[in-house]
């Protein structure tokens, strides 16, 4: 059973990065590729970014195109998210999560989620 870890959450102020990790436990990330979430309170779960199993294709919702970066380690177990000029706005719990299906930002896709993490944007 594919367990998914995201860390790397916290208070940021406005223009600040913050890079989260997603690592993997029971499997290997391999065989899946990977997406990255944010919900915001009272707002629907929202796609940020998404990495095919071998990492030849990435995609970004329109708003943080410039400014997210997602990669994979060649080793198949930690998948990364860096966000840079955060802005309050984007205060939310980030989820990474997996999926057999190919890189898509349709969370109703994936299959393995983690816990989340709390990123909080405010000076």
């Known amino acids: 059973q594919l367990q998914l870890v995201e860390s790397g959450g916290g208070l940021v102020q406005p223009g600040g990065s913050l890079t989260l990790s997603c690592a993997v436990s029971?499997?290997?990330?391999?065989?899946?590729?990977i997406g990255w979430f944010r919900q915001a309170p009272g707002k629907e779960r929202e796609g940020v970014s998404c990495?095919?199993?071998?990492?030849?294709?990435?995609n970004y919702v329109g708003s943080v195109k410039g400014r997210f970066t997602v990669w994979r380690d060649s080793g198949g177990n930690t998948a990364y998210l860096q966000r840079n000029n955060l802005k309050p706005e984007e205060t939310a719990v980030y989820y990474c999560?997996?999926?057999?299906?190919?890189?898509?930002?349709?969370?109703?896709?994936?299959?393995?989620w983690g816990q989340g993490t709390q990123v909080t944007v405010s000076s």
């Open positions: 999560a997996a999926t057999s299906l190919g890189a898509t930002l349709d969370p109703a896709l994936y299959s393995y």
């Open positions: 029971g499997s290997s990330l391999l065989s899946y590729a």
């Open positions: 990495i095919s199993i071998v990492g030849d294709r990435i």
